[in-house]
């Protein structure tokens, strides 16, 4: 019925792929890598595009807001200055008590930056603003121990660059 060299031949497993066939999976895999970091850094490069116009707007943003609250404010006392000329009956004594009122205000807002100062200078404060300050320290000195372990710009020929 069946030879005995023909069950073997059925039985026996496949021989291994080729060498070739290796590479070419490899190729393959090395062009998918290509193609998959390519994209990263295509969408990273859009995103950093990105990121620049939005602080370019952000910037702008910023002053339209800054022109906004300035006129808003002078608008404001322009007729709360008005509203006190028609009360008071004197337009010296309302830009008078205008002037006045902005003295408190810009007095307030000196004592409250002296505050935030004096909050700054208290000593837990200043501990922990030390703190940060050595382990941004550290950090960086870590950082630059790590550096030599890398290869400098000498090494691979850049010297001149």
Do not use: N, Y
């Not at 950082?143 to 020929?157: N, Q």
């Amino acid at each position: 019925m069946h030879e005995q060299g023909d069950s073997t031949r059925e039985t026996a497993p496949d021989p291994a792929p080729s060498s070739s066939g290796l590479f070419d999976e490899i190729a393959r895999l090395g062009a998918a890598l290509k193609r998959l970091f390519g994209a990263q850094k295509d969408l990273l490069a859009a995103e950093l595009g990105l990121a620049r116009s939005a602080v370019s707007w952000l910037l702008v943003a910023g002053l339209a807001a800054t022109v906004a609250g300035v006129g808003f404010g002078l608008t404001v006392l322009g007729l709360l200055g008005v509203l006190l000329a028609k009360w008071l009956g004197s337009w010296v004594w309302a830009l008078l008590l205008l002037a006045l009122l902005q003295l408190l205000f810009l007095f307030g807002a000196v004592l409250l930056f002296r505050r935030c100062m004096h909050w700054m200078s208290l000593p837990v404060t200043r501990g922990q603003w030390g703190a940060m300050m050595r382990a941004g320290v550290r950090r960086i000195e870590a950082e630059v121990a790590d550096e030599p372990a890398t290869p400098s710009h000498a090494a691979r020929g850049e010297e001149g660059r």
